[in-house]
């Protein structure tokens, strides 16, 4: 288990993270959210040893993770950690790179672990391919593949799929995670995108203004979620006479104490999200089909 104990930590003498604490299952998945600058990456920076802590401890089983400041070589056999920037050897294909630290003494070994990794990022038909003429976000595949290779206890990713497009994402979210889950492989992971998270993570912290401001199941914060940040996180969400109700939740009405002016429509696939007035303030609900500008309606929250 990862026991992260009341850590604090800044840069300078500006306060980044503040009496942090969680646990992590072995095995589970983590995921961390919070706005631009909120410390998601300084987090994981600290949970891989990279700097040393003002205050509080962190434990991997009984190993402490100890900074830079007690530790000669950052870092630890049982963790691997996978920058924003994610730094790779361009001069040598994408199958040497991610052959890197396996053991040149089971060949045999060594060249199926490779297949196998190359099929979980999708790689397969780049495997002889040097990794300076990979796009961003197949550099970023061959990062990921690399991490795992040499499959650690526990696995620190800063938003892994951020440079990898719409088409490939799904499954290779997918794939990773059923990999790790499969493994029993341990993960943190910090992103922006909901996506990372549903359907996924066993747990989601929220950072905000050094703090945790809420750690819960996904399902849960969604469900109640409490605070505009997390609300936002999820998607589109008004405040309605102090409760915080989203987009999906509303539907029109014959009649209703939600009287609202139609403003806009924007098409989103298989619906719409319309944009209203409501009391001279902008409201946001779904719809099937586009509304005309100008009508008044009656909204409903769906029971
Ligand atoms: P996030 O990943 O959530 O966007 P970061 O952890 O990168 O946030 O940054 C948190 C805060 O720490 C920001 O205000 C950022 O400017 C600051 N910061 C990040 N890295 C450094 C550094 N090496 N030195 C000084 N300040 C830093
Ligand atoms: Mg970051």
Known sequence: MLQVQDISFSYTNKQILKNISFNLAVGDYLSIIGESGSGKSTLLKLLYGEYNLDDGSIFWKDKKILGPEYNLVIGYDFIKYVAQEFDLMP???VEENIGKFLSNFFPKEK???ITELLEVVELTNFAKTKVKLLS?????????ARAIAKQPEIILLDEPFSHIDNFKKQSLRRRLFKYLKEKNIACIVATHDKEDVLGYADTMLVLDNTKVLAIDTPE?????PKTP???SFFGEYNIIRGEIIYAHQLQLTEKSNLK?????SYFKGNYCLIEAEFESKTIFFFHLKELQKGQTLFLEKIK
């Open 91 to 93: 001069f040598i294909s």
């Open 111 to 113: 060249k199926e672990r």
């Open 136 to 144: 961003g976000g197949q550099k970023q595949r061959v990062a990921l």
């Open 220 to 224: 849960i914060l969604y469900k109640n």
């Open 229 to 231: 940040l997390v609300a």
């Open 260 to 264: 609202v002016i139609v403003k806009q």
